[in-house]
């Protein structure tokens, strides 16, 4: 009986339990986990801030691991069947309905109502749909892409990789362009990387602390600005003194604060592109001291503002393939990852609100029950 | 000596005047002015709301009428030569440096820092540059359009087509889209004709007062809602109900309120298009009722909102194009125009601040100095 | 016991014949037809031309009729339920497997490998799955349109709607552009009433015979030239002429020839936008007469050549919208239909081989058996 | 009196001459030379293969060097004002009209007709405006661009890296794509730069002959072919292999041979899209053997092929700016670079043509009248 861990209500610690392996259903298959992620999305589950959410539930989802049993055929999207021992991972929104005015003629499927997503939209309920686990039960109709990379090169991306390649694809980065990235979190981090392998002359970052932007730096930031140590002035000048006064052609906001959508705005350049990928909770209005103006910080400047939600299919297989590719993979190589075992979940979790890791991995193997 | 209308200084009356006919330079032209335009800028520009703006002047940024005397040569962007007598028209915005960054680099003319804007940027001292005039001097380089359409015809789109066509250029309206548009002034009913040109297959209309909603509805909207009678949450409950309960896929804000822009975002459907081109003057910030929320309104909806700021030669160019062209004339034919003589400019002004007619015109023909 | 139509082989004339109703699976419909369609498609089946066709078939892939049965549930794409009577469409194309490279990463899932096409990919041993019958099975998945216009109205555009729409959006058409349009068949015609409804000032058409060009005027053309008694250098003098001597903005070819391929290209502007949607089957290499000059007809121009393959649910949902919408359905509503039973197949196809008729339906109701 | 190479008619040797140096206009400035190019449109200007070139000329379009005498002002595109002594380079279309309907309307400067470019389109009559030479005149209204990058790194890049640049753009290559670049010389290498910094997960080089070859892997190509020892047959198959079966995501075709944009067309995927950037001179027509098929080719594949011609002052600088970023110019720093004075240019000349350099510069300092 495999161990997992849960939350088993908004608040509470995480708890290990043993639950029961599934019968597999035709088509399906057991994934033996070697590493699940601890993002920040898991500690607004802990804390009880996402709607919709069916507790107790096992967290995780984005993770690695080997197909240990499969039930009938699962195949790779070039329709090439997986072998039990194939090292894969998964897309954890695994399933959108192909169905429904969103995904068929808006062509928006993240915004499809009927997402199933692992370790978010399942509760133990419906069993082993979580990472933080020995096992994982990957229901019949996911997609899995065989990884060539190692467990600790893509897990460094994580969840965090696919929605970072979203955002910068829909910055649209050109040859050239002065790149802004608030935030130097996951997501910052991966903009950063994703900003510079589209072509930006320089990669800028304003975020916190110390260590997260010597993170981004590493990760091919030009020049970092600590947001402790700024006021929005002081960052404004800053910005416009690296960009001969114009501000960024291209500002990514992965903050989370409410107030950065307004600098974000005021950071660019008049006709440039701003993209809002950090406001994954609500946190209320914008507060007044942030108060956007609409002529001065949109209409006038002629500027694109570009809400970016959740990634799909095509973003998490450019990531895995990204990530695969040795003369690409370096950024995440060097990346500093915080290891937990099951038992240290609730570490993990206060780890990462505090921000005190850039990246906590679960890794379920080696735990006894 | 032509006669002119001029606004003195911020907040005082439009007085006439007799100025002297200039010499003209090589490759430039007098215009004698059929009609020209009182629109909003001219409001703000008595009421001192625009930056830089060098008084006293004469306004009128866009008209029509005769080339009078050309010394030299006048070309048309396909290179045949203008004669006196010929019915032309141009670009308000005569000049933009092709040389910035902005103009060079970005290809974002209309932020180019050094526009000259007849009408807005010129001085009485600059000579005959502004519209409220029996005369305008073309300034070597001014590009004018020939005119088939009759005057009344295209000053019925006036600068306010320009402006709505590229708004809904920018708005990428596909096939079938649902298109809402705030405000029911020049802009907005122009941007309503744009967008069913586009190929909507709906175009709503919220705005006032009444008299403008019918001209709403005769230019091609489905329905209108009147904003005097209903409150933000009305108006939603009346989008979503037109919009089988997902909002509009493309919203064209054209109203002046800042409280306008996030119910703009409110009122759009998840993945689409908002353009903001109602917010030519400081308001202030918006308003903490109007306060927006980034997750809620921006980021979860994975929203694209546009800022639009002025229009080029492009769009001008096709605006005057389509206004010729008979099977595309029917909207502006049955626009009601409001006409002025030059005397009657403070009048015109006034009906146009309250919103008393939807296009006031100045005919500078027919008045004795 | 359903009467249907046949295909028995390639170049074999079409037989009547009964089948027996299916059993319906779960979340399945038995349509009662009141329309289908007779399309080029259908002509080049009857010959054979098409690859990997299981024959015999019954053709007629896009249809229009009631709901005669209905087993479990089925939904439309906002969720709501059909019952039955209510009249429908169904896009033919109603299976993409939504899980190989095309579908999920390449987002191009009008070339997925695994589309399932009614009355093309199915043969007579699938049962009901082509609209010359009485019934057609609706298989589960199959996403039905409830369709406010009627049958005529919708079938007036049929597959050919669609499949303009697809091209004409490909084009990105402009407000102001002029666009030409190679071939006066149903798709050319269709994508006649598309391109005027983009924004086209005026669209322009090169087709035959006289009866076609006379549609393609109704339909919305500005200007029509006949390809019987014009060579390519009077068609190129021609378009130049009306096109102030720079050739078209965009062109769509609708024609089926090869040798329109490169012509295409030399009646476009530089900087163009062209539109190959006529090569539907493999006419072999264009001929050496027609040889094109990659130098002087594509780089030089600067020109974009888009292919165009299908159309998906997204295009054929918006057509089905458009043509419901009153305000948009004239130009269908005065298109001329051949109105054929199921016995008089064999006539109808060959009325279309010569291009007798525009467009040629299928009325397979009070045929006794 | 400044030393000049000059082409005194098509398919004449290279003759150096002395000519006076201009009395510069007002905003005018002369550079002193330092590196000017060789490229394979100087070897077409030899040969007499462009049209309307004014012979004699000196040709030498792109070029570097040290402003020595300015008179006025000389500003760069952020207005700050040029000094004697500074290193700038230059956009050899030095200028577009702004004037007609490519420029205005369709805002496709490289199609302006009233391009005027140096080392091209001025005769020798015209005085110094061609790179070949010790001084250039700059016209007034030249935009300079400030060079921090060495002369070398600068050149190394030269007139292939903005056209480069610009094919990469028109590509729209996306993170994770293969890219296939057709042609392994000054403008295919520079190509493959690009698309890697655009985010390729791999390039790939077919050309000729192996030094060419060896550069494109130093320049970034995870694999290449050599088309000397393979068929079409073989490129295709060895494309496959590469691309999971499908074919490139995105194919440039920069090879100058006709053939190649056929099969630049089929080596790409489905829905993929081609540039072709090669076809600079006219070679006729395809050949038959090379006869593309318009359904298989174009049409079923869904494919966007994309003509791309010359490069606009946004290219040049990006390129400018890029070669100059410490971090992006590795690449140019390693390409070997063949250096002749101005007497060596025939042997120069010859180098280029039989493809024994990849890039050949004349560095016309230190040769004594």
Redesign the interface.
């Known amino acids: 009986m495999p161990l997992v861990a849960v939350i088993p209500n908004p608040n509470a610690a995480v708890e290990m339990r043993e639950i029961v392996s599934p019968t597999l259903e035709l088509n399906s298959a057991l994934l033996e986990v070697e590493l699940s992620e601890v993002c920040g999305t898991d500690v607004y589950l802990q804390q009880g801030r996402l709607e919709g959410v069916p507790y107790p539930l096992i967290p995780g989802h984005v993770s690695v691991g080997h197909l240990r049993k499969i039930r009938g055929e699962m ?1 790779d ?3 090439r069947t997986f072998k039990e021992g194939d090292r894969v991972t998964f897309l954890d929104v695994h399933r959108t309905c ?5 995904c ?5 499927s ?2 499809c109502p009927h997402r199933k997503v692992y370790g978010i939209t399942y509760g133990l309920a419906d069993g082993l749909c979580g990472g933080w686990s020995q096992e994982i039960y990957l229901k019949p ?1 996911t ?1 899995c892409i065989r990884l060539d990379a190692t467990p600790e090169q893509f897990m460094a991306g994580g969840c965090a990789l696919p929605t970072a ?1 979203h955002a ?2 829909r910055a649209e980065v ?3 362009d002065v790149v802004l990235v608030l935030g130097s979190g996951p997501v910052g981090i991966n903009a950063i990387i ?1 900003a510079w ?3 930006a ?2 990669v800028l970052c304003i975020g916190a602390p110390q260590a997260r932007l010597d993170s981004a730096l590493k990760a091919g930031a ?1 020049a970092v600005l600590n947001i402790e140590t700024t006021d929005e002035q002081q960052r404004l000048s800053w910005v416009l003194e690296q960009t ?3 501000g960024a ?1 291209v500002t990514i906001e992965a903050t989370g604060a ?1 107030v950065a ?1 307004a600098q974000a705005m005021r950071f660019t ?3 440039g592109r701003v993209v ?11 507060p ?1 001291s942030a ?6 910080d ?13 990634s ?3 973003h998490f ?3 895995a ?2 990530v695969s ?1 040795p ?2 993979s370096g950024p995440w190589s060097t990346m500093q990852l915080a290891r937990y075992d099951l038992s240290q979940a609730n570490e993990a979790l206060e780890d990462v609100a505090a921000g005190r890791v850039l990246k906590a991995l679960i890794d379920p193997r080696g735990v006894a029950a």
């Open positions: 195949l999207v070039d329709g192909n169905a429904c005015w969103y068929l003629v808006a062509r928006a993240t915004r109709g997609r390649l910068v694809e050109k040859i050239g994703m392998m589209s072509g002359s320089r030009a001969s006064g114009r052609d409410p959508v350049r008049d006709a809002i990928v950090g406001q994954y909770t609500d946190h209320g209005p914008m007044e108060a956007f103006n609409p002529h001065l949109l209409n006038k400047k002629h500027l694109d503002v570009r809400g970016c939600w959740g799909d299919f095509s297989y450019r990531a393939q990204i590719e003369a690409r």
